[in-house]
């Protein structure tokens, strides 16, 4: 398959939420001491914690999206609020990710706090496959960090290995871009099985 047939991808929805139960990083993770009164106020970190309560991912992303949805309409958290909003979305909140810096790899309004960048790196340490992708991106682009492609794809592998089908797509992608098409064609298989809708254009 040649770059020219896989690129570039579009993807425009997907299944993202299921009726498994929802699994925690680790007790350990992430460490309310590490981030301000403000952030652990917001409607992002409510949010947040109303997904990983007891329940199914389909019922806690449901009463999270309310959430989520404040963030990005507040501005508070606007990043973090946009990036889980994408992992619960019904694929009805496109225009959050045309304003979002992790997304667009470059400073927006609302630009990135220092909160939700360290909680990014926090947590995609701890495993969590939404934050392994939001990094994974981050270096790719060279937002924030330095450019580091290799480490990028590192961080969408680890989310991907994790069925995130977001990270999965751009994974594909960065591997297209590196020459790795046959193993770009396999995630990007993956992905469609997994329920993402994406095609390719020539």
């Not at 992303?61 to 990043?79: D, L, T």
């Not at 994790?162 to 960065?174: C, F, I, K, M, P």
């Amino acid at each position: 398959m040649s770059k020219m047939s896989m690129l570039p991808f579009i993807f425009f929805s997907l299944a993202a939420c299921s009726d498994e139960p929802v699994t925690l990083t680790s007790g350990a993770c992430p460490s309310e001491s590490n981030y301000s009164q403000a952030f652990l106020k917001s409607d992002f970190y409510a949010g947040w914690k109303r997904l990983h309560s007891n329940g199914t991912k389909h019922a806690n992303c449901k009463a999270a999206m309310r959430y989520f949805s404040r963030g990005v309409n507040q501005g508070a958290v606007f990043e973090l609020s946009a990036l889980y909003l994408d992992y619960c979305d019904d694929g009805s909140h496109i225009l959050p990710l045309a304003n979002s810096s992790i997304y667009t790899g470059k400073k927006q309004e609302n630009g990135i706090d220092y909160d939700e960048f360290k909680w990014v790196l926090d947590l995609a340490l701890c495993d969590s496959p939404i934050e392994q992708y939001a990094l994974g991106n981050m270096l790719i682009k060279g937002f924030i960090t330095d450019k580091d492609i290799q480490k990028g794809i590192y961080f969408l592998s680890l989310s991907a290995h994790q069925e995130y089908v977001h990270a999965q797509v751009s994974l594909a992608q960065a591997l297209v871009h590196e020459g790795e098409t046959d193993v770009a064609a396999l995630w990007l298989e993956k992905a469609k099985v997994n329920g993402a809708h994406v095609f390719s254009t020539k």
